[in-house]
């Protein structure tokens, strides 16, 4: 796909590239683009390496204890870990149907010019930095909880584990909201385009056979387009495991433990913002720099997945659709 | 038309009125944000607000000058650290380089933005921090610049890719040189993408909160030079929205609305740019 440097430079002698800046040119440019391998193995490496004491002490069972104890040196990452993918999949529960469901809108339903414009808005709600969410998350998602929300679901769905207990506001489920409101915007416009890209004869021959419009699209383009959507999926779930600062702001900051969504938690990012400045001690740091290099695998993991995933759907919309 | 068929067309016609609905709803969140943030900021926005310092704690007024410099000193260091090392190594990927070398350098970047702002704020630590054993304006524009190098390179590599062939042709068979070619037709032909790229790299960056808690810190106080901590906008919206005290959540409100109304600005001025440029295929 790129264009190189191709016969026009390589007829000429090395002396005479160099004269004319050519292979000035590559080898600056070549500096820059090196270092950004350098920084992301750098970043790699020194994870890994600043997080040796914990891992030589602890071991796994720095994943199975919940015991967060700075005065005793005993680190177990079990609730952060817990809270930070209970907030994710809560926010994945609210998010995909909303985010699917706009999606469909937009790539089936609403005229180009209407499609273009909310996709343009949809765009600036990406942009809002996270700081704003937990803003917005503070002054009216936790209120709105405390004082509707929580006593609403006790009093209809609070035969549940899930909904009992005291509701403080923050918790569990008020950070997936939030998280949910964050992440919408990645599933509608990644699905929105995998959605594009699923050819017209699919739709064309759904609705032919009798079809509602619906069925149509609920049966055949959205399966069509089903592994781009997972990857969407997973980029929000990415997005949402590895979000600081709304979460730390009305996720409650408790290591504990619940099965109810009520109960104020605690997610990785959040633990890691709230105590890496205050962490005496070598292996209170390493911990903490451990439990981000389990943050960083996680979103690897995912980030590739997803990766993978809208690739080879766009490929076979356009792909199989002109064959 | 019997029941069945009236049934089929009912839920249809309900389902997709629903996703209507669904598109509303996402959309409506921006209004409603924006909307709140005005309401409770805006009367905030003052003079006091650009040009005092933090009061205080206990005392009412002031404002948040130092954040504003703070904000734009590390913004301005990110740029300088970001823009470069993303526009040339484009370049590089986009003009130069074997297809196997390209991969490499578009997984790391890929990668690199895939990692959580927060774990980039724990590597500015180490990297920057820690050696000299104290949070600097340096730490913290080194952080974000770190963040702005993938957003950069690869949109810039996908506008220059998206110069057509014939263009890089035809100033070779005048005789000009490749980096000629790139400076004097090719950079300028994708300036447009290019500034759109910088402009939202910028943008994300602008708002980005967790890589500075534990880089550039926070300062109640005016921070010269850049070795010293420094207070920014991001970080202070944080520390009033969690603080206890009644007018530091109004500055809060304030400080929000005047960050989003920033970043909204930029993004609209870079779709504003690229739209009046040339046609680029969409990704």
Not at chain 1, 4 to 24: F, H, K, Q, T, Y
Not at chain 1, 81 to 91: D, E, F, N, P, Q
Not at chain 1, 156 to 182: C, D, E, K, N
Not at chain 2, 255 to 277: E, H, S, T
Request: proline share 5%; with cysteine.
């Amino acid at each position: 796909m790129a264009p190189s440097a191709g016969p026009v430079s390589g007829s000429r002698s090395l002396l005479s590239r160099l004269r004319e800046g050519d292979e000035i040119a590559r080898i600056i440019t070549f500096l820059f683009a090196a270092s950004v391998v350098l920084i992301t193995l750098l970043l790699v490496y020194d994870l890994w390496q600043d997080s040796v004491l914990p891992r030589h002490k602890f071991g796994f069972h720095f994943f199975v204890t919940s015991v967060w104890d700075p005065i005793f040196d005993q680190f177990g990452a079990l609730p952060f870990i817990y809270g930070t993918l209970v907030t994710a999949g809560v926010s994945l529960l609210l998010a995909v149907p909303l985010g699917l469901g706009a999606a469909i809108f937009l790539a089936e339903l609403a005229p180009a010019r209407v499609s273009d414009t909310l996709e343009f808005f949809i765009d600036l709600l990406a942009a809002v930095p996270s700081v704003i969410y937990g803003l917005l998350g503070v002054f009216i998602v936790v209120p709105l909880m405390r004082e509707y929300i929580q006593p609403g679901l006790k009093k209809t769905l609070g035969f549940l584990p899930l909904f009992s207990g005291p509701g403080y506001g923050v918790g569990f489920l008020t950070a997936g909201i939030v998280l949910a409101i964050m992440v919408i915007p990645y599933i509608i416009s990644v699905s929105r385009e995998v959605l594009l890209s699923v050819p017209r004869d699919q739709r064309e021959a759904a609705l032919g056979l009798g079809a509602t419009r619906w069925e149509s699209t609920w049966r055949v383009v959205v399966p069509f387009a089903r592994t781009g959507i997972m990857g969407s999926i997973f980029l929000a779930l990415a997005r949402a495991l590895g979000e600081t600062m709304a979460v730390t702001m009305v996720i409650g900051n408790t290591p504990t433990i619940s099965a109810s969504l009520f109960s104020p938690g605690y997610s990785i990012a959040a633990v890691i913002a709230n105590e890496f400045t205050e962490a005496t001690g070598d292996l209170y740091l390493q911990s903490l720099i451990e439990l981000g290099l389990v943050l960083f695998l996680l979103t690897f993991i995912l980030n590739g997945l997803a990766r993978i995933l809208i690739i080879v759907t766009s490929q076979r919309g356009s792909g199989v659709g002109h064959a | 038309m019997n029941a069945r068929l009236r049934w089929r067309k009912f839920v249809s016609g309900f389902m997709l009125s629903m996703t209507g609905v669904c598109a509303f709803i996402a959309v409506s969140v921006l209004f409603f944000i924006l909307g709140y943030l005005v309401y409770h900021g805006g009367t905030s926005v003052n003079w006091n607000f650009f040009t005092k310092l933090p009061a205080p704690v206990g005392e009412s007024g002031g404002g948040m000058a130092n954040a504003i410099v703070g904000s734009a000193k590390l913004l301005a260091l990110a740029t300088l650290i970001g823009v470069p090392i993303g526009f040339f190594g484009a370049i590089y990927l986009a003009e130069f380089s074997g297809s196997a070398v390209a991969f490499v350098v578009r997984y790391a970047a890929d990668l690199l933005n895939g990692v959580p702002s927060i774990v980039i704020g724990i590597f500015a630590y180490a990297l920057v921090v820690l050696p000299v054993k104290h949070f600097s304006t340096l730490a913290g524009g080194f952080a974000l610049g770190l963040m702005m190098i993938p957003i950069t390179l690869r949109s810039t590599e996908e506008f220059l890719l998206a110069v057509p062939n014939a263009l890089r042709e035809a100033a070779m068979a005048l005789g000009a040189s490749k980096w000629k070619t790139i400076a004097t037709v090719i950079v300028p032909a994708a300036y447009r993408g290019i500034l759109t790229a910088v402009l939202l790299a910028f943008a994300r960056v602008a708002g980005e909160t967790a890589p500075l808690l534990f880089t550039a810190f926070g300062n109640r106080f005016w921070s010269p030079g850049w070795g010293q901590p420094t207070a920014s906008l991001p970080v202070m919206i944080f520390t009033y929205a969690i603080a206890p005290y009644e007018d530091w959540h109004r500055q809060a409100w304030a400080a929000g609305l005047v960050l989003l109304g920033l970043i909204l600005v930029i993004n609209i001025v870079a779709r504003a740019i690229l739209a009046r440029g040339i046609a680029v295929p969409r990704t």
